[in-house]
């Protein structure tokens, strides 16, 4: 299986940036793409944005695309997730997952999952 540890979560303040990390390790040859995802309280887990593992290709939910990143480094098999632009709107738990297909923008198309991080902006 594929495990996925997250880092750097945390509390900002409304305009600030936060960038999330995500190592792979385990059958990493089994995860061909890469996603974020978020929760908050009493909503359902949405899209944040995707990236194909091998061809670096890269897709975000509409309303993030401008203030969110989603990159790779394949040395060290991590992705990563930049937050620029920061809104109390963006406050949720974010999760990491893997699938072994590609690009993907719905939770039940992934199989692995990070544990969650919190991300709390103030404003």
């Known amino acids: 299986q594929v495990h996925l540890v997250q880092s750097g979560g945390g509390l900002v303040q409304a305009g600030g940036s936060l960038r999330l990390s995500c190592v792979a390790s385990?059958?990493?040859?089994?995860?061909?793409?890469m996603g974020w995802f978020r929760q908050a309280p009493g909503k359902e887990r949405e899209f944040v944005a995707a990236i194909s593992w091998s061809t670096d290709d890269t897709d975000y939910a509409d309303s993030l695309k401008g203030r969110f990143t989603i990159s790779r480094d394949n040395a060290k098999k991590t992705a990563y997730l930049q937050m620029n632009s920061l809104k109390p709107e963006d406050t949720a738990v974010y999760y990491c997952?893997?699938?072994?297909?590609?690009?993907?923008?719905?939770?039940?198309?992934?199989?692995?999952w990070g544990q969650g991080t919190q991300v709390t902006v103030s404003s």
């Open positions: 385990g059958r990493t040859f089994s995860s061909h793409g």
């Open positions: 997952a893997a699938n072994p297909y590609g690009l993907r923008y719905r939770p039940s198309q992934y199989l692995y």
